[in-house]
């Protein structure tokens, strides 16, 4: 039991009450109700079983009879001692509150029997509940206190010492707005979702770990680590938001597990965490990272959907690294963001060199706007051809940006640099533009594929972009291809937008399918064209009798559905022959050509 005292401004005269008129009657030592004047209006024995009704039938005027009445109702529960701790009388919900026996409703009991039966019952302390009780006697002012009872309720008792001894005291219970106050509370210094602590108090915790780390003068070590989600975007998008943060949740769980007692650990916002360990050397704080990394990466089970994901880990050391928190995170982030780009890795340690990459990914940064304009980055082709007839349909646009210093840099790495720095929009406009204008120079029936992002296509006025290029180009729609991934596709707005663009006859594929969880429904809510099925499928086929029948499966269906099928990823005779006799009507790999600059595709298709 806890006590929290507070005093209250000493109350007015007994025998008045707040609105100047007569208030209830104090009581003596003889267990009588008196007024002011000493007339006794009812006698209380202490023999009776149920001291409100004798007193009802006693009490000589309307207005004692509704006193009563409101006594016996109030929500409040009500209690009345005299100056030698015996009580006077208690409503029912006093009773009901603690669970009062009837032998201990009757006037003349105690205060200590009944402090005795809490004891007893294991409802109260009694040590403490005395503590409090003789506090609040040795003050002649009201008093107001927090109880809480051991089965974890609280009430709130306002007591009121009477003229001549005794008090009389009520009693509310506020455990609702106890707890109410508490989850505020909790809620200011912790994430809702995960229960771990938020960012402002990790923060807070990081520089108390710090002064605590140099108070003797001597830092200790600890590890700052900060991870983040691998392959979390998508499921977010393709099972929703629910289940993404059913996952958020479960890893926080998954996680806590894993560390050692006392370990601060964080969310630090969307999929990114973080951790304060105590470490006696490097090689634990490597050892506690695998455990929850490991931890993370295995599977979630969400009814027939089981859906896996990884983790990333930088790690800082302190004081190695940094002795602020600054610094630190710092130090922590490039270790991070260091280790995503090597995908044979999941943790990194920091070191000095990585400030160096740091550099040189912002540097790619500044140079991209530039290589737009310089011819740095163009575009190339890749044909994709009738399996029936072997003649080049189409051809999927590339991206490809030649770094005088670095030499080529991944498609993947550009739309990355793309997307963190906002020129996304910018860079998916030129590539739709440059590949319409090729497509100008084409055959009149040979179109172009374009892929698209996830925030080129949701960005506003994204289907008007589109049909402006397509009229700059002098284009036929029909020539146009835009390829979406499974991710882009989270919302029905996707929806609104196909329909718009197809309706003036631009068409859709569905690219890398059967590698999300939830291929089969987009098929059902977006108007598609054609599917590709993923090269991971295709791969091998002629060998690998399942991934036949996958392939076999998706063709069969989309043939069902009136939809076209691009096998990827062709690359030996034994493929093409086998993903031809199961229904894809469309191929594309290097066993029929390699991406290549626009010049050469053209001297392709002359061929």
């Not at 050892?287 to 896996?308: C, Y």
């Not at 610094?327 to 963001?337: E, N, P, S, V």
């Not at 892929?451 to 080129?456: G, M, W």
């Amino acid at each position: 039991m806890q006590t929290d005292v507070k005093r209250r401004r000493k109350g007015g005269p007994a025998a008045v009450d707040d609105k100047g008129g007569a208030a209830a009657p104090p009581v003596g030592r003889s267990g009588r109700a008196v007024t002011t004047d000493g007339l006794i209006v009812a006698a209380i024995p202490e023999s009776y079983n149920n001291q409100l009704t004798v007193v009802r039938r006693k009490l000589i005027s309307p207005q004692a009879e509704r006193l009563m009445v409101a006594f016996e109702n109030i929500r409040e529960g009500l209690v009345m001692y005299d100056d030698d701790e015996r009580l006077v009388m208690m409503n029912p919900r006093y009773a009901e509150m603690y669970a009062i026996p009837p032998d201990l409703q009757k006037p003349g009991v105690r205060f200590a029997e009944l402090l005795d039966y809490w004891g007893r019952v294991g409802l109260l302390d009694v040590e403490d509940n005395l503590t409090a009780r003789r506090d609040v006697a040795s003050r002649d002012t009201a008093s107001c206190v927090r109880l809480h009872l051991c089965d974890g309720r609280v009430y709130e008792l306002n007591e009121q010492p009477l003229p001549g001894g005794g008090w009389v005291s009520t009693h509310d219970d506020i455990t609702a707005r106890v707890r109410a106050e508490e989850r505020i509370l909790f809620l200011a210094r912790h994430d809702a979702l995960t229960g771990l602590e938020n960012r402002a108090s990790f923060h807070e915790g990081l520089s108390s770990h710090l002064a605590k780390a140099t108070k003797d003068g001597t830092p200790n070590r600890f590890a700052l680590m900060m991870f983040d989600l691998d392959r979390f975007k998508a499921i977010n998008d393709q099972l929703g938001h629910d289940r993404g943060d059913q996952v958020l949740s479960l890893i926080g769980r998954r996680v806590f597990r894993k560390l050692p007692h006392g370990t601060r650990v964080a969310r630090l916002g969307g999929d990114e965490f973080a951790i304060i360990l105590d470490v006696a050397d490097r090689s634990m704080a490597r050892s506690v990272a695998a455990d929850v990394v490991a931890a993370i990466s295995e599977p979630f089970e969400f009814d027939t959907v089981t859906a896996e994901i990884g983790a990333s880990l930088g790690i800082a050391y302190h004081p190695d690294h940094g002795d602020d928190v600054t610094t630190l995170m710092k130090c922590a982030d490039q270790a991070l963001r260091a280790v995503k780009s090597r995908p044979a890795e999941a943790i990194l340690e920091y070191d000095r060199t990585l400030g160096d990459a740091e550099t040189a990914r912002d540097e790619l940064i500044n140079r991209l706007p530039g290589a737009l304009d310089t011819g740095e980055i163009a575009l190339h082709f890749q044909p994709i051809i009738n399996a029936a007839t072997g003649q080049c349909t189409s051809a999927e646009a590339l991206l490809r940006w030649r770094h005088p210093t670095l030499g080529m840099v991944a498609p993947d790495r550009v739309i990355e640099l793309a997307e963190e720095s906002r020129l996304m929009p910018r860079l998916g406009l030129w590539i739709l533009k440059r590949a319409l204008a090729a497509a100008s120079g084409w055959p009149r029936h040979i179109g172009v594929a374009v892929n698209l992002s996830a925030i080129q296509f949701r960005e506003e006025g994204f289907a008007e972009s589109v049909l402006a290029a397509i009229a700059e180009a002098g284009v036929e729609p029909e020539r146009l291809e835009l390829e979406l991934t499974e991710t882009l596709l989270c919302d029905d707005s996707a929806v609104a937008t196909i329909k718009k663009l197809r309706y003036q006859g631009v068409r859709f594929s569905l690219d890398d399918f059967g590698t999300g969880y939830a291929s089969m429904s987009y098929l059902l809510r977006f108007p598609f064209d054609r599917v590709k099925i993923d090269r991971s499928f295709v791969s091998s086929v002629d060998i690998r009798t399942d991934r036949r029948i996958i392939v076999e499966a998706i063709a069969g269906l989309a043939d069902r559905l009136g939809l076209e099928v691009v096998a990827e990823g062709v690359e030996t005779e034994g493929e093409r022959r086998i993903v031809q006799s199961v229904g894809c009507g469309f191929l594309q790999g290097y066993l029929f050509g390699k991406p290549m600059p626009e010049a050469d595709f053209r001297a392709f298709l002359d061929h």
